[in-house]
């Protein structure tokens, strides 16, 4: 009995956050259309069999998620898990901003940044209004809102998604565990705000966590979350990718989760390499990053209205492109993929 009411809860949570994306997303179109109608009308009409496709991926990954706590990958705990001190300080913020988002868009500001950010230390890529947001991933205001905007995106499925990487990283951790107890380290590459270091804390309390990321605004907003957990606070350092700022075969797993697509093609392949080289012989290594057009193309249409409609200059690029291969280039070897919901998941192993 129990179960079946914290499964409907759960349920009943997950339908509640989606339902309120929808409503914020209607109401923002209407007050767009009345305030800038000629911008409305940019937007491209997506297709009611796709968005019925998306309701149905949406309901498995729910029910994955709900099995996986089940089956005691994660504690049930973590399903309700949300950052609403966060939702009530800064939502109205978000919806203030948004008349700043729309104003760059109709511009066509793609790089926008104000004079008061220090822009010449980062990549050309890196320099991008991403999802036309204030300030790229480069303020405290566009940290403070990226949860959020992420959440509202997807629906309430944010955490979901970033959820299915536990299970896949403690199999890849089984081979190490009769090692002398040893301490195991694992690394989120572009944590940004440190919630996928917060889930894998969850269900990895003894581990010791390390996160790297390019914004000092980002990794601020990661340390706030961090050190509001108990047990040893993770590691946090600036860094680029390209190149991480750790010792070869340091980590036993390593994850990355939603930066792929935000990358040149050459830059992918340099960050995957860069990925194996701090890999343990043996370890893990797990990418959660958009679906590509070859997983679902029954909603291809989505995907190709996607780099448009919250500027992705990468996107197409990256929804053709061979993860697989880029994988097997770096040296990781038995690959397996997973699709859930808007995401796909390569798990692969650097060979002993």
């Not at 759960?10 to 800038?36: C, D, M, R, V």
């Not at 320099?127 to 995106?153: I, K, M, R």
């Not at 390593?254 to 043996?282: D, M, N, Y």
């Amino acid at each position: 009995m129990t179960d079946t009411l914290t499964k409907l809860t759960y349920k009943t949570f997950q339908e509640s956050k989606n339902l309120f994306s929808l409503a914020h997303k209607n109401i923002s179109g209407q007050i767009l259309e009345t305030i800038s109608p000629s911008l409305k009308k940019q937007k491209t009409s997506i297709p009611s069999e796709a968005l019925l496709k998306v309701k149905q991926k949406l309901d498995k990954l729910l029910e994955v998620d709900w099995q996986d706590a089940e089956d005691g990958i994660y504690p049930h705990s973590s399903l309700f898990d949300n950052p609403w001190e966060d939702f009530f300080r800064f939502y109205p913020t978000l919806c203030l901003d948004l008349l700043s988002t729309w104003e760059r868009v109709k511009q066509k500001q793609y790089q926008d940044f104000p004079s008061s950010i220090d822009t010449k230390h980062y990549p050309r890529y890196y320099l991008q209004n991403f999802h036309y947001q204030t300030d790229g991933y480069l303020s405290d205001l566009s940290a403070n809102l990226y949860d959020l905007q992420v959440e509202l995106l997807f629906g309430g499925s944010a955490d979901a998604m970033r959820r299915r990487i536990i299970s896949p990283l403690k199999k890849g951790l089984e081979i190490f565990t009769n090692e002398n107890n040893q301490k195991l380290n694992i690394l989120d590459v572009a944590c940004g705000t440190g919630r996928t270091l917060k889930l894998i804390r969850s269900a990895l309390p003894e581990v010791s966590l390390f996160g790297t990321d390019l914004s000092p605004a980002y990794l601020r907003k990661a340390n706030e979350l961090l050190s509001e957990i108990p047990g040893e606070l993770p590691q946090l350092l600036q860094g680029n990718a390209e190149h991480l700022p750790y010792l070869d075969n340091h980590f036993h797993g390593v994850t990355s989760v939603f930066l792929f697509h935000e990358l040149p093609a050459p830059v992918r392949q340099t960050i995957i390499s860069e990925c194996f080289r701090v890999t343990k012989p043996g370890g893990v290594f797990i990418i959660c990053d958009s679906i590509q057009i070859s997983d679902s193309p029954d909603i291809e249409v989505i995907m190709e209205d996607f780099q448009e409609r919250f500027h992705e200059p990468y996107y197409l690029n990256y929804i053709n492109d061979d993860l697989i291969e880029r994988l097997q280039k770096a040296g990781f070897e038995n690959i397996d993929v997973q699709i859930h919901f808007m995401s796909k998941y390569l798990i692969a192993r650097k060979p002993c």
